[in-house]
């Protein structure tokens, strides 16, 4: 990845109002993938304490397109065409943090996989809370 493309895409998440509502942090920025993190807060859990899975999908929604706008050399725009998430456990922890990857970059369409893990604290321990298919289409 080229440092303009590093930078427009940090840029581009620094920019975010929802990003930043969220407190959330890019922990990492590479062609074809990309990890976010977002501490938990009160209005992102049930009442029993667990990460709500509407919080756990855009996560997935967010870190999937970036991942996707990662593939592509020049600056553009994506929209999410379609996602999928399975929920594999009660996602339990300090902090959400997405692993998002790029499985196919076409012309348009991309393929990403994103995984979910809950984090304590410290950021060492991680369990995996919940796996996604999702499907970018660039427009820009």
């Not at 109002?17 to 977002?38: G, P």
């Not at 553009?76 to 379609?82: A, D, Q, R, S, W």
Request: proline share 2%; aromatic share 8%.
């Amino acid at each position: 990845m080229t440092p303009e493309k590093r930078k427009l895409i940090t840029d581009s998440f620094s920019r975010s109002e929802t990003l930043k509502f969220y407190k959330a942090e890019l922990l990492a920025v590479e062609t074809d993938y990309i990890s976010i993190k977002i501490p938990k807060m009160e209005m992102m859990t049930r009442k029993a304490g667990m990460f709500n899975g509407a919080m756990i999908a855009s996560l997935v929604d967010v870190s999937s397109g970036y991942a996707a706008v990662s593939h592509y050399a020049e600056d553009c725009y994506v929209v999410t065409v379609e996602l999928k998430v399975n929920y594999l456990r009660p996602a339990i922890g300090d902090a959400l943090v997405s692993k998002s990857y790029v499985i196919k970059g076409g012309g348009k369409i991309s393929v990403v996989r994103t995984e979910i893990y809950v984090v304590d604290e410290n950021g060492e321990n991680e369990s995996h809370a919940a796996t996604s298919l999702v499907t970018m289409m660039k427009i820009k």
